[in-house]
């Protein structure tokens, strides 16, 4: 059984180190993109309103297996943030849950809309977006963590 929690002390630095990982073993991601994380992690921690935001750890037999954050980013719009599923839990539901507790949360927050950015070549994540209504709105050449990367945004409306 998946369970979603809120994020206990150490857990935002383990986000932040699985990301940085997790993404270097399987994309080949350097560490600009830990940074990437990091500052996201950093933002979300001075700035939190319980009100608007919020970040979900994942836990499958007593382990973290994944994460997700939505924050703001307008006041009619938020941000789903940071999304990982472990390899070990792929499969078991675990992406699904964490986007629905996000986007509950969204509708709940009066959000009229989520946006995310991502990366072309992630293909589960994007299923998932795509399986939730997300819409693919525009995509472009990125350079900042890895090469060949085609970074993309995805919206919404709720």
């Known amino acids: 059984m998946i369970t979603l929690r ?36 950093a933002d979300y921690a001075k700035t939190f309103d319980p009100a608007r935001e919020a970040c979900w750890i994942a836990e499958h037999e007593g382990r973290k297996v994944g994460s997700i954050m939505l924050v703001r980013d307008s006041d009619t719009v938020g941000r789903l943030r940071l999304l990982l599923v ?8 675990v992406g699904e849950a964490l986007i629905s507790a996000c986007l509950g949360f969204a509708r709940q927050a ?9 990366q072309s070549n992630l293909l589960p994540a994007r299923r998932h977006y ?6 693919l ?22």
């Open 6 to 41: 809120p994020p206990a002390p150490g857990d935002l630095g383990w986000i932040v180190q699985r990301h940085g990982e997790l993404y270097a073993a399987e994309q080949g991601w350097d560490h600009r993109f830990e940074g990437v994380v990091a500052g996201v992690i």
């Open 86 to 93: 472990e390899p070990s839990a792929r499969g078991l539901g």
């Open 110 to 118: 009066g959000y009229a809309e989520v946006v995310l950015w991502t």
């Open 130 to 135: 795509v399986r939730f209504g997300f819409v």
């Open 137 to 158: 709105e525009d995509s472009w050449p990125f350079d900042g963590f890895g090469e060949g990367l085609v970074s993309e945004s995805w919206r919404l409306k709720l």
